[in-house]
């Protein structure tokens, strides 16, 4: 869990030599999104604008993506749950599919700081790394390192769009943390320590090791 732009999504990146499974809910509808399917189009309005896809979208596609799936080294889910309703149908479907969560982390981030990161993020739509034009700029003007590819920023990136997710997010997905607190499995980290610390120190406080390929 974490704000908008909090770095869930480069930490989930970086615990890939633990060989779960990682999914984004975010992606999952930016997948849907580019397919042009009707739920992808719904989806696009209520992205654009900033605002948390219905639960039962999410829930829905979620639920398909979990359906069967198996991973012998478990998930790391990437921004969901994000409501209370999503906490609560998670619950059960872990319980009927036999398996505990392990841990919730929550990356924290001020609402300034979260636009000044999210305004200036720019994206490969090709290959998916993430530039910053003042942190960490690409070494042409607008052009994937890597790819080549155009980089463009996301439709949600823009400031008002921003201060609306933090909003959102104050008032619909942080009050979670409770909950994941009461289950004694909160861990709290500010996301504004170094990537690489922060990865450091998840693998130190949840006692974890890379898994040999
Ligand atoms: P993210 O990629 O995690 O920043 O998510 C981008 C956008 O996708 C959010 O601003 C929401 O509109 C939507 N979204 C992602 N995950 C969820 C979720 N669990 N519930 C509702 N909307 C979500």
């Not at 390192?145 to 997905?173: F, K, N, P, W």
């Not at 979670?176 to 500010?190: M, P």
Request: glycine fraction near 8%; charge should be positive; proline fraction near 5%.
């Amino acid at each position: 869990m974490g704000s908008p732009g909090a770095g869930k999504g480069t930490l989930a990146a970086n615990l890939r030599t633990l060989n779960a499974e990682h999914v984004s809910s975010g992606d999952l509808f930016r997948r849907e999104m580019k397919r042009n399917t009707p739920v992808g189009i719904a989806i696009r309005k209520t992205m654009k604008r900033g605002e948390l896809v219905p639960d039962h979208l999410t829930l829905g596609l979620m639920r398909k993506w979990f359906w069967g799936r198996k991973s012998a080294r478990g998930f790391i889910l990437d921004g969901f749950p994000r409501t209370r309703i999503q906490a609560v149908c998670f619950d059960e479907w872990m319980e009927t599919r036999g398996e505990v969560l392990t841990a919730c982390v929550l990356l924290e981030l001020s609402e300034s700081e979260t636009v000044k990161r999210l305004s200036q993020r720019r994206i490969c739509p090709k290959d998916g790394t993430v530039y910053h034009l003042a942190h960490n700029p690409p070494r042409c003007e607008g052009r994937c390192d890597s790819c080549g590819s155009t980089l463009v920023q996301r439709e949600d990136d823009i400031e008002e769009v921003i201060r609306r997710r933090y909003a959102i997010y104050e008032r619909l997905t942080r009050p979670l943390a409770d909950h994941y607190a009461n289950l004694g499995l909160l861990s709290v980290f500010s996301a504004e320590i170094p990537q690489e610390e922060l990865t450091a120190r998840i693998f130190e406080t949840f006692n974890l090791a890379p898994v040999p390929r």
